[in-house]
């Protein structure tokens, strides 16, 4: 019998946790995010002058009888919008003593079942030089096991394209909504651009950067002969003490790179070696950073 | 220093297979290793490191030298070295103790099996207590008493327990023995000990070809030495109611005796001799004694006051002499009892045929000429049968026969050549299948044998009327019926007493090795072997051994003791006599351990700074890396 993805006690305790945004964005009524648009909420907002075209059920008709002028009640919209969980199934993420691709699909899994408690909008959008078949699903605990399921049949496969995916995801889904993305960003191109051009178009980033102990600071020492996982290149080198310090830095300033792109656009970034137990993660970095409250 | 467990040249064979295998492991393990990364762009867009523009064959050389020495230190540990001190370790010495017939000689006080017990035990006491020996008993064949053992008490019990046997010494096989029992059972082989007087065969008298860890402790009769050698017996081909009896008699010393040789059979004397003997010489007495009767015959020596009174008597007990009862029922008694009585071994008695009686006691009847109602239960010869009463049928009688042939292949017609025989008168019977044709004409056979119980022989005529009687091939005739009907009454008996060991007997030209069969004393067969004419068997206990060969029948009365002529010379590279007891107090340091220790401590300096210990690496790896991360995260 597998392994479950996540265990029930997990899930128990992520009950009381929510997504959390913090862009005001358009949607229907029903969520539990406070947004700016005003609309047909139930906490009193402002008033504002009557003007024509105004809905006239929402004339304060107290404040006409005691002024004889037409304002009308805005109330506060907590919208409900779509959260989209975009998960990197490339080949990179195969790697690792304990595999990042394991690693997110448990964390795709968590977030997916925080979100389907609270009634969001759930996709699980796997990706890697393109977008692969979604699984969406709304509102109910009830909804989880088909997600766990669509997860469990996800294989990694090809190499990351974070340029395509971000042309091809704008395209697909044109409503704003909150963007998750689960990955390494190891894409061999420029992944800063595509993540930008995903925030210009109005969706909140959250970028969780899955890493293993490997990819921060390499065990190994001596003779190497390296393979990418995602191309086959080879390339062999000499690799000491000396030679690890100048690796690690060198990750170490590409994930700032990833949490100056999330924080200027109103985003957030969070960092999780796959050695950290994932409940650690959700409780840790996660709720630290405020994607789940 | 002494190496206990392992030659130099094996430490140094050993150290340089296992430095070999570790310098290729070594190679195998840092070389290039393969590996599987998420991404190359930190390892050659980032300023991380240079490719590769050479290999290094040894990128550890402290490494690879701390491993070599720790396999070395450990190794020198394995092959146990010792420092200082004498070498005191155990060994494994052999102690042969002499227990062949001479050892029952006289000695100063006691026997010599006395003093080389003696000679024995002192040696044991002079051996380090951790010194293991296995005590073997020797003397035609070297027996192993007990295994190699530290047990000083059973050691004892089993010198104790040793006696003279009745056997020669053979020592080059207990050399042999002893050698190969050190090679194979002992690590380290110690002394090859021998206790005894060494009196072996003349062939090993100047046995040199010995193992270079031998030491002798000798020990040596105080008197001469004159004893029988050999008894032998046969009846006499003239009157087989006379022994031939054949005595020899050796001198085993250095000085001439005389001696006196008698004889008795049932306690009364039977002859004696005076006998001169030369040192180192055997001489031979022939006696004759006639009796028919079974006793024992006693040859012995009187006036030998020697060293080992065991050979000086012998006893030989003698067979009754059997006759061949033979009831002759004729009405011509004359003319068989030429023929039948004869031959000394036949007693006959002659009947008219109106006397016969089925159940007479006789091993052979002869029925000449008439055929009675009710066979005999005896073995019978019939003579010209009528037609009516013959045991064999009658095909005819027929006048003038010519006898065509005779059966010579068969026992009853061996020797039997007599050719253009004519007979007046005789009948041609009808053999039965199974039946031996022994004379024949063209129309079918004159004599004719039938086996069986009793048995029978048919003649068709009678051969002392007939012409055949001035032929050699009649009186042949019937001693060879006579012997085909009681082949044991005329066996040639020889009986001879011995000693023990290996016995030679000489077979007669053309003997069927099938024939011959040797017997000990519970008629249990005993191997033997036959080359050429020479029958050879081993018997290692004082006892009767009879071999019948066809009409022969040799018994042997191995119960003389084996005393050898010769006097083994060591060579006088050989060390003799009792060695200093072994320096207890002086004690060697055992190094082992320290090397051992030091070469563990080396592997471990080895693991921790260069070793692949993964899991220890990667834990303290992740370790570092989680926390330079949190604080680089709290930083920013």
């Known amino acids: 019998m597998p392994e479950p993805l996540i265990e029930t006690a997990l899930l128990e305790k992520l009950e009381r946790l929510t997504i959390h945004w913090q862009k005001s964005l358009p949607g229907l009524v029903g969520g539990h995010n406070t947004s700016r648009f005003s609309g047909s909420g139930q906490e009193f907002l402002d008033h504002r002058h009557f003007h024509h075209g105004d809905d006239v059920r929402a004339v304060n008709w107290r404040v006409f009888l005691r002024l004889e002028k037409l304002f009308l009640k805005m109330f506060q919209l907590e919208p409900r919008i779509p959260v989209r969980l975009l998960v990197d199934v490339s080949r990179s993420m195969e790697t690792g003593e304990i595999p990042k691709f394991d690693y997110a699909r448990k964390l795709a899994a968590a977030l997916c079942y925080v979100g389907l408690v609270r009634l969001d909008s759930i996709c699980l959008q796997p990706f890697s030089d393109k977008l692969s078949d979604a699984f969406t699903a709304s509102g109910g605990r009830h909804r989880f096991q088909p997600a766990v399921n669509f997860l469990s049949g996800v294989k990694p496969t090809g190499q990351t394209n974070f340029l395509e995916v971000a042309r091809e995801f704008v395209s697909k889904f044109p409503q704003r909504g909150l963007v998750i993305v689960i990955s390494d960003f190891l894409d061999d191109g420029d992944c800063e651009k595509p993540l930008q051009y995903l925030s210009d178009f109005g969706h909140e980033l959250i970028l969780v950067q899955v890493w293993s102990a490997e990819d921060r600071e390499p065990p190994w020492v001596g003779e190497l002969e390296l393979e990418d996982a995602e191309t086959g290149m080879h390339v062999e080198l000499a690799f000491d003490a000396g030679a690890r310090a100048q690796y690690t830095a060198a990750f170490d300033e590409y994930s700032q790179v990833l949490r100056r792109v999330a924080l200027r656009n109103g985003g957030r970034y969070v960092s999780v070696a796959t050695d950290v137990p994932v409940d650690e993660a959700i409780f840790g970095p996660l709720v630290r950073s405020g994607a789940v409250e | ?636």
Do not use: C
């Not at chain 2, 085993?252 to 040789?261: C, E, F, K, S, T």
């Not at chain 2, 024949?440 to 009678?462: C, Q």
């Not at chain 2, 001879?496 to 016995?503: F, I, K, L, M």
């Not at chain 2, 080396?602 to 693991?607: E, N, R, S």
């Open chain 2, 1 to 636: 220093m002494s190496f206990l467990n392992l030659s130099l040249g094996e430490l140094l064979g050993l150290a340089g297979a296992i430095s070999a295998g570790v310098v290729a492991l070594y190679f195998f393990d840092r070389s290039k290793r393969r590996q599987r990364v998420s991404t190359l762009r930190f390892w050659t867009a980032a300023d991380v490191r240079t490719e590769l523009k050479h290999r290094r064959r040894i990128q550890q050389p402290w490494s690879l030298i701390l491993q070599l020495l720790s396999i070395a230190l450990l190794l020198l540990a394995l092959a146990g070295p010792r420092w200082g001190g004498e070498d005191n370790s155990s060994r494994d010495h052999v102690v042969i103790l002499d227990n062949s017939a001479w050892m029952g000689s006289r000695a100063r006080q006691g026997t010599l099996m006395d003093d080389a017990k003696a000679s024995a035990r002192a040696y044991l006491k002079s051996l380090p207590a951790r010194d293991r020996v296995m005590i073997v008993r020797a003397d035609a064949l070297a027996t192993p008493v007990t295994a190699f053992e530290s047990n000083r008490q059973a050691l004892e019990d089993a010198i104790r327990q040793t006696q003279p046997g009745a056997s020669a010494l053979n020592l080059e096989q207990a050399f042999e023995f002893a050698q190969r029992a050190q090679k194979l059972q002992s690590p380290r082989a110690g002394e090859i000990v021998f206790a005894g007087a060494g009196r072996v065969a003349e062939q090993e008298a100047s046995l040199a070809a010995i193992p270079s860890n031998v030491r002798f402790l000798p020990v040596t009769a105080t008197g001469e030495n004159v004893g029988l050698r050999k008894i032998g017996l046969r009846r006499s081909p003239a009157a087989p109611d006379t022994w031939d009896i054949f005595v020899v008699v050796r001198n085993y010393g250095a000085r001439p005796h005389v001696v006196d040789l008698a004889l008795q059979f049932g306690g009364a004397p039977a002859g004696s001799k005076q006998i001169a003997l030369k040192p180192g010489s055997e001489e031979q007495a022939t006696f004759s004694y006639r009796t028919r009767v079974n006793g024992w015959l006693e040859a012995r020596i009187i006036n030998a006051r020697d060293a080992f009174p065991q050979d000086d008597r012998a006893v030989i007990e003698l067979p009754a002499q059997k006759a061949l009862r033979v009831m002759v029922y004729s009405t011509e008694p004359q003319l068989l009892r030429a023929l039948i009585a004869a031959n000394p071994q036949v007693d006959a008695v002659f009947e008219a045929p109106s006397k016969y009686d089925p159940q007479v006691k006789a091993d052979i009847v002869v029925l000449d000429r008439f055929a009675p109602s009710a066979r005999p239960r005896a073995d019978s010869i019939w003579i010209e049968p009528p037609a009516s009463g013959s045991p064999v049928p009658v095909k005819a009688t027929r006048q003038a026969v010519k006898l065509e042939r005779w059966r010579p292949e068969t026992t009853l017609g061996a020797g039997l050549r007599s050719k253009d025989v004519m007979l007046e008168s005789a009948e041609v019977f009808a053999a039965a299948q199974g039946d031996i044709p022994v004379a024949e004409t063209a129309e079918g056979p004159l004599i004719v044998g039938r086996i069986g119980s009793p048995k029978i022989v048919a003649i068709g005529f009678h051969p002392m009327r007939s012409s055949l009687k001035y032929e050699l091939a009649t009186p042949l005739l019937v001693a060879n019926i006579l012997r085909w009907m009681a082949p044991e009454t005329f066996r040639r008996l020889e009986v001879q007493a011995g000693t023990v060991g290996t016995v030679n007997v000489a077979l007669e030209k053309g003997t069927d090795p099938a024939s011959v069969h040797v017997l000990a004393e519970n008629q249990r067969p005993l191997p033997f072997t036959i080359e050429g004419n020479a029958l050879r068997f081993f018997s290692g206990a004082p006892g009767t051994v009879r071999v019948v060969t066809g009409d022969r029948e040799l018994v042997y009365s191995l119960t003389l003791p084996d005393v050898a002529e010769s006097v083994w010379q060591a060579p006088p590279t050989v060390r003799r006599g009792i060695p200093r007891a072994s320096a207890q107090g002086v004690s060697a340091t055992d190094l082992w351990p320290w090397l051992a220790l030091l070469g563990g401590l080396g592997l471990f300096i080895d693991w921790l700074l260069f070793g692949r210990s993964r899991a220890f690496r990667l834990r303290a790896t992740r370790m570092v890396a989680r926390a330079n991360w949190r604080t680089w995260r709290k930083a920013s």
